[in-house]
């Protein structure tokens, strides 16, 4: 990231400890009309990949609170005279900056959704994530044909995410600080639905930032929680919790989902952590005492497989998430012994699963 020494360590502290709002996507119904009108379909992937390349040299944070003329900002991001006035001019015409004369500033529709709405780690880590995405689609007519991944067709070893967090704790911070930032409203909608008032304990599996944690703790004023998760993950949510004040309420725990789950907790929360498998949900049925409520949170497909488009494309560039509807997930914890299993649409196309185990179960 070519801006990241112009801006001084404590800027990110104080980004990253402001009040979060509102997470907004720039969808094409945020552009004005009169942009829309002149993109082509078939080559408006030209114009997303543009607006990639501007978050990862970090122009509108570069531009924010103030105007730079074309030379400055060429030589702030390192762009090469021969694309630096049409890559700032195709930036205006897509309503991004404004430009008078040599001098060049953010819109408001930029500020609103490049600065407000972002985090530093979400500039980071998104951008990072569709550059990936685009070269995985360099070659998704062989994958359409072979059935295989960009890396097998690349002959690339594709390391897991969790192993790749461990080594670099850049890489964790902001992959992690990403989601916090971005599940802040779905943790409040999670706190608003949940009725907890007759459980104690909560296990979050592969809680992450710690976001649905300090949600359901705020909304649960008797409730204990613990955040479950590798090291790397665990160190960067007790910053997150400690900034809450709830560190009293909510410890992490580092460990593995792939072994036996720990017990105490009469809760159990399986929230956006990809295809969940049986087994997981029998770890979380054995772990679970009778009564215990299991929750699982997540944008899953509808059943006949049409929607969430944004997660149907996911799946084109590598997505772990799989393929499980909501029916599929319903079908599976019942299958592993849950009773009263019920799914609710509470908020956009977040869907949230929960079964009870029962005092006996019914082979």
């Not at 569709?130 to 067709?153: D, N």
């Not at 909501?326 to 509470?346: L, P």
């Amino acid at each position: 990231m070519f801006l990241i020494a112009r801006f001084p360590a404590h800027t990110y502290a104080v980004l990253s400890r402001r009040k979060t709002l509102s997470m907004e996507f720039p969808t094409l119904d945020k552009f004005p009309r009169k942009v829309l009108a002149r993109i082509d379909i078939q080559r408006a992937f030209i114009l997303s990949r543009l607006i990639v390349a501007a978050e990862r040299l970090q122009i509108f944070r570069a531009l924010h609170c103030k105007r730079m003329k074309a030379a400055s900002i060429g030589r702030a991001l390192k762009i090469h005279r021969y694309y630096r006035d049409p890559f700032l001019n195709t930036l205006v015409s897509l309503g991004l900056l404004h430009k008078a004369g040599d001098t060049y500033w953010n819109t408001r529709f930029a500020k609103k959704y490049f600065i407000d709405e972002r985090s530093i780690y979400w500039t980071r880590q998104y951008s990072k994530e569709c550059v990936q995405a685009y070269e995985a689609l360099t070659v998704l007519e062989k994958a359409l044909a072979s059935g295989r991944s960009y890396e097998s067709i690349k002959g690339l070893k594709k390391p897991r995410y969790t192993e790749v967090m461990k080594r670099d704790r850049r890489v964790a911070e902001d992959f992690t600080q990403m989601l916090f930032h971005l599940h802040q409203d779905d943790a409040e909608a999670l706190a608003r639905y949940l009725d907890l008032s007759k459980h104690h304990a909560l296990l979050d599996v592969c809680g992450g930032s710690g976001v649905m944690s300090i949600a359901l703790a705020r909304k649960n004023s008797h409730l204990q929680v613990c955040v479950l998760d590798i090291g790397a993950v665990c160190r960067i949510a007790a910053g997150n919790i400690r900034r809450a004040g709830l560190s009293r309420r909510i410890r992490t725990l580092t460990g593995d989902i792939r072994e036996r789950l720990p017990i105490g907790y009469d809760v159990l929360l399986l929230c956006d952590i990809g295809s969940v498998s049986k087994k997981l949900l029998r770890n979380a049925y054995e772990s679970l005492p009778a009564g215990g409520l299991l929750v699982a949170a997540d944008r899953y497909f509808s059943d006949d497989g049409t929607r969430p488009l944004d997660r149907l494309i996911s799946h084109f560039v590598g997505s772990s998430f799989g393929l499980a509807t909501r029916a599929d997930m319903v079908e599976a914890m019942r299958t592993c012994g849950f009773r009263a299993v019920k799914a609710a649409n509470v908020y956009r196309d977040l869907w949230f699963i929960t079964g009870i185990k029962p005092s006996g179960r019914s082979e």
